[in-house]
């Protein structure tokens, strides 16, 4: 399993930015592909999910309106979209793969990370 | 800022045993499984527990993990160098409707 993404973008403040992730070594409709984000020396924030098969996307509320995700089947790849950007948007954004039970408690992790895309928002 | 709590910090010599806690709530850690992931400087995350107490193949079972109501803990025990990194919880919200992370605790060996 290999997620291989899109390099470093600079934007400017209301810009949008778009990352790809592109999937192999596996079926990729068959797992969700989630969006995680780092600013330089913070935490991990969870932004959404998207499952390709469906199409159907969750997302945090701080980036509802502002983030797009979708998906390229045919080319097994996953994008994210954010818009409307801010300095406080600038981060590592990684895509990673979920591994996720549906029924009773909810277990959602990611074993399978992409190498992460610098994503910087400067005037 | 966080919605699960973890300690900032954490420390040991090599050899020694140390614990991380991760504090939740009713809606996360208290219905869910929560998983811990291992982050190096300069690199991506990488799982470390998955469903609370399971490791992926390749990590070693000098890391354990728990979980007791809302709260859930990651142990390592004897502590080598190459443990210094950053460590972060996880587990689904039923309220949020989405994944939390705890704010993770950097580990560093003395």
Not at chain 2, 50 to 68: E, I, L, T
Not at chain 2, 79 to 100: F, H
């Given at each position: 399993?290999?997620?291989?993404?899109?390099?470093?973008?600079?934007?400017?403040?209301g810009?949008?930015?778009?990352?790809?992730?592109?999937?192999?070594?596996?079926?990729?409709?068959?797992?969700?592909?989630?969006?995680?984000?780092?600013?330089?020396?913070?935490?991990?924030?969870?932004?959404?999910?998207?499952?390709?098969?469906?199409?159907?996307?969750?997302?945090?509320?701080?980036?509802?309106?502002r983030?797009?995700?979708?998906?390229?089947?045919?080319?097994?790849?996953?994008?994210?979209?954010?818009t409307s950007l801010q300095?406080?948007?600038?981060?590592?954004?990684?895509?990673?793969?979920?591994?996720?039970?549906?029924?009773?408690?909810?277990?959602?992790?990611?074993?399978?990370?992409?190498?992460?895309?610098?994503?910087?928002?400067?005037? | 800022?966080?919605?699960?709590?973890?300690?900032?910090?954490?420390?040991?010599?090599?050899?020694?045993?140390?614990?991380?806690?991760?504090?939740?709530?009713?809606?996360?850690?208290?219905?869910?499984?929560?998983?811990?992931?291992?982050?190096?400087?300069?690199?991506?995350?990488?799982?470390?527990?998955?469903?609370?107490?399971?490791?992926?193949?390749?990590?070693?079972?000098?890391?354990?993990?728990?979980?007791?109501?809302?709260?859930?803990?990651?142990?390592?025990?004897?502590?080598?160098?190459?443990?210094?990194?950053?460590?972060?919880?996880?587990?689904?919200?039923?309220?949020?409707?989405?994944?939390?992370?705890?704010?993770?605790?950097?580990?560093?060996?003395?």
């Amino acid at each position: 399993v290999q997620l291989v993404q899109s390099g470093t973008e600079v934007r400017k403040p209301g810009a949008s930015v778009k990352v790809s992730c592109k999937a192999s070594g596996y079926t990729f409709s068959k797992y969700d592909i989630n969006w995680v984000r780092q600013a330089a020396g913070q935490g991990l924030e969870w932004m959404g999910w998207m499952n390709p098969n469906s199409r159907h996307t969750g997302s945090a509320q701080k980036f509802q309106g502002r983030l797009t995700m979708t998906t390229n089947t045919s080319i097994s790849t996953a994008y994210m979209e954010l818009t409307s950007l801010q300095f406080e948007d600038s981060a590592i954004y990684f895509c990673a793969r979920a591994e996720s039970t549906y029924f009773g408690p909810r277990l959602y992790y990611f074993e399978h990370w992409g190498q992460g895309a610098l994503v910087t928002v400067s005037s | 800022q966080y919605v699960l709590s973890q300690p900032p910090s954490a420390s040991g010599t090599p050899g020694q045993r140390v614990t991380i806690s991760c504090s939740g709530s009713s809606s996360n850690i208290g219905r869910n499984p929560v998983n811990w992931y291992q982050q190096l400087p300069g690199a991506a995350p990488r799982l470390l527990i998955y469903n609370s107490n399971q490791r992926p193949s390749g990590v070693p079972d000098r890391f354990f993990a728990s979980k007791s109501g809302a709260s859930a803990s990651l142990a390592m025990s004897g502590l080598q160098s190459d443990d210094e990194a950053d460590y972060y919880c996880s587990t689904w919200d039923d309220s949020l409707k989405g994944l939390v992370f705890g704010g993770g605790t950097k580990v560093t060996v003395l």
